[in-house]
C-alpha cells in the first residue's frame, strides 16, 4: 500500500498547490468568484464535467449498478441529460447577463425584489450538497487509512477549503481540471476495464445474475421519472451549475463546452452501472450497495492503479465539494448578507470584495465540515439539497426566462409555497418519498401562474433591460473583462 499511499499525498499536495497558484491570480472579485469569465472550450469542459460528478455520481452510481444492474445509470444518466439541456437551451443566455448569482438573475428579471428569500433556498441546497460531497471523504480515507470517520471529514473538508479560500474560482478550476483528469483514467480506463475482465466479461455477468440486472428500465419507471424532476431540472437551476456557466469566455463556449461535458457524463453513466453490476457478480453479499466501489478497488486493483482510482475517487468529491463550497459562500455573501447588511443600515465605505467572498468561504467551509461530522445519510441529505431546489426555485427561473408576463409577486410565491410543500411533504412522506418533489413541483406551478396573472404585469422598463442583459448588452463587466481565452 506505500505506493498508494505516495500516489494519494501526492494528489492531495497538488491540490493545495494549486490553490495557492491560483491566490495570486484572484485579484477582483470577477476573478475570484467566476475566474474573469473567460474559460475557453477544453478548461470549461473539464472543469464542467468535474463539478457534476461527485462522489454521489462515482461511488453512489457504481453502487446503483451494484443494487440495480445497468439501469443503475439512470441517476447520473439524468444529470448528464440535465447539463445537455442547460448548455443547448439556456447556457448561451445565462452567460451574457453577467451577473454572479442565480437570485440576481431573478432580481434583473423580476424587478429585485425576490433575491434574499430566493437566496436562502439557494443557500440551503447549496450547503447540503457540500455536505454531502465531505461526508463521503469519510468512506474514501476508510479505505485508504482505516482512519476514523470524524478525522477523515476533517482532512479532506480542510484540504478542500483551504484551496478554495486561497484561490476562489481559479483554483477551482484548476484542481477540477487535474480532477477530470484522473477520472477520467482512473474510472473510465482503469476500473471499467478492469471490473469487467475480473468479473469474466459480460457473458460471464449475465450467466451469473437475474435477467433484471440488464433491463435498461429495471430499476423503475417511477424512480427515473423521479430523477428526473430532481436532477435533470435541477441541473437547470443549481447556483453551483450556474456559476461554472458564469466562467465562459463566450456565448459558443458555454453552449457547445457544456455540451460535451453532458456527454461525458453519459459515458460516465453507464460506466457506473458496468462497474456495479462486474462488482455483484465478483461480491454478491456485501452489506450495502455503497460499499461496492471501495471493495472492488481495494481486493482487485494492483497496487499503483488502486492508488489512482482512489484518487479518482477523491477527485470526484473534491470537485462537487469545492464547486458546492463556493456557490454556498457566494450566496451568503451576495445574495443574503449583503442585502441584510443594506436593509440594517447604509454602509457607504468601500469593501475589499475578494477578502470578503475569503471570509465567507472559510466560514461556510467550518459549516460544512461540522454539518457533515453531525449527519451520516448521504442519499437523504442529496435528497432533501434537490427537494429544496427543484421544488421552490425551478419555477420562478424557468417562469422568469421563457413566460414574458410571470411577476415578482408570483415568484415570491412559487418559492415560498413550493419551498415550504416540500419541507412540510418530506416530514409526513419521508425524505425519500417521491410526494414531497411531486406535489411541491405542482404547487409552486400553480401559485406562480395564479399569482402572476392576478397582479400587475412586470414594469415594461425592468422587461426591457432585462431583454438588453440577456441580448449581452448593457452588462456592467462586459467592457472591463479580458479579451483573452486560455484554452
Not at 471529514?153 to 487535474?178: F, R
Not at 462488482?279 to 482487485?300: C, M, Q
Amino acid at each position: 500500500m506505500a505506493v498508494d499511499y505516495a500516489v494519494i499525498v501526492v494528489y492531495l499536495a497538488g491540490m493545495l498547490a494549486m490553490g495557492w497558484w491560483g491566490m495570486r491570480r484572484a485579484r477582483s472579485k470577477s476573478e475570484f468568484l467566476v475566474a474573469g469569465r473567460r474559460l475557453g472550450p477544453a478548461m470549461y469542459s473539464g472543469t464542467m464535467a468535474a463539478i457534476v460528478l461527485g462522489g454521489a455520481s462515482t461511488i453512489g452510481g457504481v453502487g446503483l449498478g451494484y443494487q440495480y444492474g445497468l439501469s443503475g445509470a439512470w441517476m447520473v444518466f439524468t444529470i448528464g441529460l440535465g447539463l445537455l439541456a442547460l448548455s443547448v437551451f439556456f447556457s448561451a443566455r445565462i452567460a451574457r447577463l453577467k451577473v454572479y448569482t442565480v437570485s440576481e438573475m431573478l432580481d434583473l428579471r423580476y424587478g429585485g425584489r425576490a433575491g434574499v428569500i430566493s437566496g436562502i433556498v439557494m443557500w440551503a441546497y447549496t450547503l447540503m450538497l457540500a455536505v454531502t460531497s465531505t461526508i463521503a471523504y469519510a468512506t474514501i480515507f476508510d479505505v485508504l487509512f482505516d482512519m476514523n470517520r470524524t478525522v477523515a471529514i476533517i482532512l479532506g473538508g480542510s484540504i478542500v477549503v483551504a484551496y478554495s479560500t486561497l484561490g476562489g474560482m481559479w483554483s477551482i478550476t484548476l484542481t477540477d481540471m487535474v480532477q477530470f483528469v484522473v477520472k477520467t483514467i482512473g474510472v473510465l480506463l482503469l476500473l471499467l476495464p478492469i471490473a469487467v475482465v475480473k468479473a469474466g466479461g459480460f457473458s460471464e455477468m449475465k450467466a451469473k445474475l437475474p435477467t433484471e440486472y440488464f433491463d435498461p428500465l429495471g430499476i423503475g419507471g417511477e424512480t427515473i421519472f423521479t430523477y428526473v424532476l430532481i436532477y435533470t431540472f435541477g441541473m437547470l437551476i443549481g447556483q453551483d451549475i450556474w456559476q461554472r456557466v458564469f466562467t465562459a469566455g463566450s456565448d459558443k463556449t458555454a453552449k457547445w463546452g457544456g455540451t460535451v461535458a453532458g456527454t461525458y457524463c453519459l459515458v460516465y453513466a453507464v460506466a457506473g452501472a458496468v462497474i456495479g453490476t462486474a462488482a455483484k457478480v465478483l461480491y454478491p453479499n456485501l452489506g450495502s450497495p455503497d460499499d461496492a466501489f471501495a471493495t472492488i478497488v481495494k481486493d482487485e486493483l494492483p497496487v499503483g492503479v488502486r492508488g489512482l482510482v482512489l484518487a479518482a475517487a477523491l477527485a470526484a468529491v473534491m470537485s462537487t465539494s469545492s464547486g458546492a463550497l463556493i456557490a454556498c459562500a457566494t450566496v451568503a455573501n451576495n445574495d443574503i448578507w449583503s442585502k441584510l447588511r443594506g436593509a440594517i443600515r447604509r454602509d457607504e465605505t468601500e469593501h475589499d470584495e475578494v477578502r470578503d467572498n475569503r471570509v465567507f468561504i472559510l466560514v461556510m467551509g467550518v459549516g460544512v465540515i461540522v454539518t457533515a461530522i453531525a449527519l451520516n445519510n448521504v442519499v437523504e441529505a442529496l435528497t432533501v439539497a434537490y427537494n429544496l431546489l427543484v421544488g421552490g426555485l425551478l419555477v420562478p427561473i424557468l417562469g422568469g426566462l421563457l413566460w414574458k408576463r410571470g411577476t415578482a409577486q408570483g415568484a415570491l410565491a412559487a418559492v415560498i409555497v413550493g419551498g415550504l410543500a416540500v419541507v412540510g411533504l418530506m416530514a409526513g412522506y419521508g425524505i425519500l418519498a417521491n410526494e414531497p418533489i411531486y406535489y411541491g413541483l405542482l404547487s409552486s406551478l400553480v401559485v406562480y401562474v395564479v399569482v402572476s396573472l392576478a397582479t400587475p404585469a412586470t414594469d415594461a422598463a425592468v422587461l426591457a433591460a432585462w431583454r438588453e442583459r440577456l441580448a449581452g448588452r448593457d452588462a456592467p463587466e462586459l467592457a472591463s473583462e479580458p479579451v483573452a481565452a486560455p484554452q
